[in-house]
Nanobody
Framework: QVQLVESGGGSVHSGGSLRVSCSAS????????MAWFRQAPGKEREFVAG????????QYADSVRGRFIISRANGESTLYLQMNSLKPEDTAVYYC?????????????????WGQGTQVTVSS
């Protein structure tokens, strides 16, 4: 069992930065691939970034590559997403998720634990 709680969302102007965090609990958290997804109003949930258990493999959606950085601190049971050069189209609820698989994947069905989400709003 893994419990995930996101924090750090908020409002920022275009071009600004935010860091969202995901606090995890559960014995197997550090062994799991983790990812950030987001969902904007009226749109499907989409993959943003993922990181394997060892923190050695990171994957990014094309829309955020070069602007966002995913990282994890296993000793602190925390997953991070540093978001730079934010754009209005980044506005969404951001969710962290845990997967039982070793590889980072972009499909929501491969993640079996989800947090409640944190709102990120970017104004122009």
């Amino acid at each position: 069992q893994v419990q995930l709680v996101e924090s750090g969302g908020g409002s920022v102007h275009s071009g600004g930065s935010l860091r969202v965090s995901c606090s995890a609990s559960g014995r197997t958290w550090s062994e799991r691939t983790m990812a950030w997804f987001r969902q904007a109003p009226g749109k499907e949930r989409e993959f943003v970034a993922g990181i394997n258990a060892g923190g050695t493999n990171m994957q990014y959606a094309d829309s955020v590559r070069g602007r966002f950085i995913i990282s994890r601190a296993n000793g602190e049971s925390t997953l991070y997403l540093q978001m730079n050069s934010l754009k209005p189209e980044d506005t969404a609820v951001y969710y962290c998720a845990a997967s039982p698989y070793a590889l980072v994947t972009a499909e929501t069905q491969n993640y079996n634990y989800w947090g409640q989400g944190t709102q990120v709003t970017v104004s122009s």
